[in-house]
């Protein structure tokens, strides 16, 4: 069936740092690709999306490219900050999806940037 | 920005008994999730809900589940007797229509059954 699979954490950085979580895929067709965010005490915000091959989505910095070739969907960041500290989630819906459009997550990794 | 709500942020209930967990979706979406989270481990689906009905649910999605949208404004995850695995945080989302659109989290009920 369709997974997500992510790099373990916890990821620990300093400030100003480079960011990569590493994200794969396995499914059928071509799913739309999502990275969720979800700091402390809160609960899970978009952080950005790509929904065909070689899109690639941005937001605060971050950026993830969809590449069909590798089944890839890796998150970047050129310079974290101590507020990116986070809990990050990869996930896919399957294209053609209809009215069954469940989000399949990853396990999720945790970034602490410290100052 | 419109967001989706959810109440309470934190329930506490025995073991057996039967608890609801409420949620406002975005007013002009369409499609509505459950999925929950417990401590530890990743994000599980539970069920989506459109034009009315369950378009799917998950093996976890046993008879001791429902989901309702009572009044048009509230969508609601009824557990009928609580055991203690159901303890974990429960998310409830929503999207608006079209394929690719992304779907909406509101910041989660933490269930706790003792």
């Known amino acids: 069936g369709d997974s997500v699979t992510q790099m373990e954490g916890p990821v620990t950085l300093s400030e100003e740092a480079f960011l990569t979580i590493n994200c794969t895929y396995t499914?059928?067709?071509?799913?739309?690709l999502f990275w969720y965010v979800q700091y402390p005490g809160e609960g899970l915000q978009l952080l950005l999306k790509?929904?065909?091959a070689d899109d690639k989505g941005s937001n605060k910095g971050f950026e993830a490219t969809y590449r069909k070739e590798t089944t890839s969907f890796h998150l970047e960041k050129g310079s974290v900050q101590v507020s990116d500290s986070a809990v990050y989630f990869c996930a896919l819906t399957r294209s053609n999806a209809g009215n069954n459009r469940k989000l399949i997550w990853g396990l999720g990794t945790s970034l602490a940037v410290n100052p | 920005e419109p967001e989706v709500t959810q109440t309470p942020s934190h329930q506490v209930t025995q073991m057996g008994q039967e608890v609801i967990l409420r949620c406002v979706p975005i007013s002009n979406h369409l499609y509505f999730y459950w999925y929950r989270q417990i401590l530890g481990q990743k994000v599980e689906f539970l069920v989506s809900f459109y034009n009315n009905e369950i378009s799917e649910k998950s093996e976890i999605f046993d008879d001791q589940f429902s989901v309702e949208r009572p009044d048009g404004s509230n969508f609601t995850l009824k557990i009928r007797s609580t055991k203690l695995e159901d303890s974990a945080m429960y998310f409830c989302?929503?999207?608006?229509?079209?394929?690719?659109?992304?779907?909406?989290f509101g910041d989660g009920t933490r269930l706790s059954i003792l």
């Open positions: 989302a929503s999207s608006d229509v079209g394929g690719n659109q992304p779907q909406h």
């Open positions: 499914a059928t067709g071509y799913p739309s």
């Open positions: 790509a929904t065909k």
